[in-house]
């Protein structure tokens, strides 16, 4: 990737590495977009501390540390920390691939530790109150369809606008998705999904349309393929007025859908699939909410908890 016999610079070595990012497709854009901003702030934080250039080269292990220092200082959260080492491990060891630096320097500071949060997820009447509140017109009709999608398949919203009319087969409920890092899957939707997916398709899409060669699934008011900001947007409008939790977006649709499918007697191997996790401890995280839930049955449910 990097040109051979390049006079190495900064800012051309971290072109390079978002260069090859875009080309192997690993990460989505607004990754790909985070990852240079972190990288921009730790290349300021090095240039303050006088090494020679490229100070990205002439950095050591030492220099990550005080730049995680720096940061706790700020009072930045341990998670985004976190985020930011694996930012600069990735960027290193790309470097180390191309044989511009020994070793990889961020591999030699250790992971601040973080506590797991759990999820955010909504309980099925809360979830039925959200999905009650579009109105039954054209907007109204697709609204309802993409959150009744999210929430019956657990994609995320960014696969989700990538879907083309193509992808769904409706006679056996299930649509090919195209996840993190182009990897294809197979979700599955229920009945009730179906009929909104329909409805809008016959009621509203074609009101939306304004370029027949347009195969998007799902259309924005200019006929064009919907942005995820737009979901975003659109699902925090329905939140307040079904007057639910401010912190509900998107993604928490996701995490309901994995909260209801093992509460509901899904294996975690399976839901792992569905979600598109490439680890299964990526999918752990909602045992403890499934535990939660189980504790509040157990501890309502066994008489002898019972104080008479």
Do not use: W
């Not at 540390?65 to 700020?74: E, Q, S, V, W």
């Not at 398949?153 to 990538?162: A, D, K, N, P, S």
């Not at 045992?287 to 504790?295: A, I, N, Q, S, Y």
Request: glycine share 4%; aromatic share 8%; charged share 25%.
């Amino acid at each position: 990737m990097l040109t051979e016999g390049l006079v190495f610079m900064d800012d051309a070595l971290v072109e390079s590495f978002l260069r090859y990012l875009k080309a192997t497709k690993t990460e989505s854009k607004n990754t790909v977009r985070a990852y240079a901003e972190d990288l921009s702030q730790f290349l300021e934080y090095l240039k303050q501390k006088k090494l020679s250039e490229p100070v990205l080269i002439n950095s050591n292990h030492l220099h990550i540390r005080g730049y995680l220092a720096f940061l706790r200082d700020r009072e930045i959260s341990k998670r985004t920390i976190a985020r930011k080492l694996s930012v600069l491990r990735s960027f290193y060891r790309y470097l180390v691939i191309e044989g511009v630096v020994e070793e990889n320097v961020a591999k030699l500071v250790n992971t601040p530790k973080t506590a797991k949060r759990l999820p955010l997820f909504l309980y099925p009447n809360e979830i039925e109150c959200l999905l009650s509140v579009p109105k039954d017109n054209t907007l109204g009709i697709r609204d309802r369809a993409i959150m009744e999608l999210l929430y019956a398949t657990g994609m995320r919203v960014g696969e989700l606008v990538l879907l083309k009319i193509s992808d769904v087969n409706f006679g056996s409920n299930y649509i090919i998705v195209f996840g993190k890092g182009s990897k294809e899957r197979v979700v599955f939707f229920g009945q009730k999904a179906a009929e909104s997916i329909e409805k809008y398709l016959k009621k509203s899409r074609p009101f939306l349309l304004k370029d027949i060669n347009c195969d998007s699934l799902f259309l924005n008011k200019n006929g064009t393929g919907i942005s995820a900001r737009s979901i975003r947007r659109m699902v925090n409008k329905y939140v307040k007025l079904a007057a639910l939790n401010d912190n509900i977006s998107p993604h928490t649709l996701r995490h309901t859908f994995a909260t209801h499918m093992l509460n509901n007697g899904a294996d975690l191997k399976t839901v792992q699939e569905l979600l598109g996790h490439t680890s299964l401890s990526t999918t752990q995280i909602y045992t403890h909410v499934t535990k939660e839930r189980l504790k509040e049955v157990y501890d309502s449910a066994f008489p002898h908890n019972k104080i008479k």
